[in-house]
Antibody, heavy 115, light 106 residues
Framework: EVQLVESGGDLVQPGGSLRLSCSASGFIFTHYSMHWVRQAPGKRLEYVSGISTNGDSTYYADSVKGRFTISRDNSKNTLDLQMTSLRPEDSALFYC????????WGQGTLVTVSS | EIVLTQSPATLSLSPGERATLSCRASQSVSSYLAWYQQKPGQAPRLLIYDASNRATGIPARFSGSGSGTDFTLTISSLEPEDFAIYYCQQRSNWLSFGGGTKVEIK
């Protein structure tokens, strides 16, 4: 069974930094691109960032480009999202998503940016 | 970036009625389109992948069709548990999501 467990969400002040992690199990991690998707309360799903199987190709939404960095450790089956210069509008539930015909989602980790 | 536009934004229907939801892509995504259902406080649930394939455990009343730029999700007869928000998502070029269609009780 595929399992994706996110962690690292917290309350942080504007301008601060946070690192999210996703621990993956139940599938061959190195075979799949991975993604981060966020959802602010009461809002739509927003694609944040993606990374290819070996990490040599990445994608960032314009709203986070230059501030967020996605990475993966294929030896540990983990996906990370380093977030800097956080803004109130970054407040959201962040989901880790496995790519493929059949996607899988974690339950999310909550990021709140507020003073 | 591929933009997905869903319509209508809200669909007001009664249980037992047929629901037809639309998703249009700004450029061809071939058949790389999925549909999700989301209820309050829950992660999105995959309903349909590759435009027309039902995910494991999804009832037969859910069906998907289309290819290229125009896609449809049909719920043949709404059950009480089907009232929720539905999103389309493409995986042709990274990912992107539509704005969602809320199916509400009339």
């Amino acid at each position: 069974e595929v399992q994706l467990v996110e962690s690292g969400g917290d309350l942080v002040q504007p301008g601060g930094s946070l690192r999210l992690s996703c621990s993956a199990s139940g599938f061959i991690f190195t075979h799949y691109s991975m993604h981060w998707v966020r959802q602010a309360p009461g809002k739509r799903l927003e694609y944040v960032s993606g990374i290819s199987t070996n990490g040599d190709s990445t994608y960032y939404a314009d709203s986070v480009k230059g501030r967020f960095t996605i990475s993966r450790d294929n030896s540990k089956n983990t996906l990370d999202l380093q977030m800097t210069s956080l803004r109130p509008e970054d407040s959201a539930l962040f989901y880790c998503v496995k790519d493929g015909r059949i996607t899988s989602w974690g339950q999310g980790t909550l990021v709140t940016v507020s003073s | 970036e591929i933009v997905l536009t869903q319509s209508p934004a809200t669909l007001s229907l009664s249980p037992g009625e047929r629901a037809t939801l639309s998703c249009r892509a700004s450029q061809s995504v071939s058949s790389y389109l999925a549909w999700y259902q989301q209820k309050p406080g829950q992660a999105p649930r995959l309903l349909i992948y590759d435009a027309s394939n039902r995910a494991t455990g999804i009832p037969a009343r859910f069906s998907g069709s289309g290819s290229g730029t125009d896609f449809t999700l049909t719920i043949s007869s709404l059950e009480p548990e089907d009232f929720a928000i539905y999103y389309c998502q493409q995986r042709s070029n990274w990912l992107s999501f539509g704005g969602g269609t809320k199916v509400e009780i009339k």
